[in-house]
C-alpha cells in the first residue's frame, strides 16, 4: 500500500511526538525514531506509527529509517529533523564544535569565542546524517 510518509526524529516526546501523531491523524505513516524503544511505546499504539529506536547520529539508524518507510508505506515525502542533543552548549562556545578542544581565542563581545567552520558540531552531524540517508544520491 502507497501512502504519504514522513520520518519524524527525536518522536518520543513534546515537539517531537506531536508531529509524528498529528502526521498520522492526516493520514501520513510515520516512522517515529528517538533514541530508546520505552519513550516511543505509546506511539506504537497507533496503526499508522511505526516505532524505531536508534541515535539519529548513527548512520545505520538513518538507512533504518528510510528503508522502514519506503517498505511499510511505499513513499516517504518529508523528513522532520527534530532530535535534539541534551545539554550542548552554544555553537560559538568553547568546545562545543566536535573534537575541538578548549579554543585559546579571547572571548568576543558576546562572551563566546567563534568555533572553526570547518568541524561539524553533534547537532549538525545528525541533520546532515539524517539527510543524506533520505536525501537520493
Given amino acids: 500500500m502507497t501512502r504519504p510518509a514522513a520520518v519524524v526524529t527525536g518522536a518520543a516526546a513534546g515537539i517531537g511526538r506531536a508531529v509524528a501523531e498529528l502526521f498520522a491523524e492526516r493520514g501520513y505513516g510515520v516512522v517515529a ?50 532530535a535534539g542533543v541534551g545539554g550542548t552548549p552554544p555553537l560559538e562556545a568553547p568546545g562545543a564544535v566536535e573534537g575541538e578542544p578548549p579554543s585559546t581565542t579571547p572571548p568576543t563581545v558576546s562572551g563566546s569565542t567563534p568555533s572553526r567552520p570547518d568541524s561539524p558540531t553533534p547537532r549538525v552531524r545528525r541533520c546532515t546524517t539524517t539527510t543524506r540517508a533520505w536525501w537520493p544520491s
Fill in 33 to 82: 525514531v528517538d533514541l530508546a524503544e520505552p519513550p516511543l511505546a505509546h506511539l506504537a499504539r497507533n496503526p499508522g506509527i511505526v516505532p524505531l529506536a536508534g541515535d539519529v547520529a548513527e548512520e545505520a539508524v538513518n538507512e533504518a529509517a528510510v528503508r522502514l518507510a519506503l517498505d511499510r508505506f511505499g513513499s516517504l515525502d518529508t523528513v522532520v529533523l527534530n
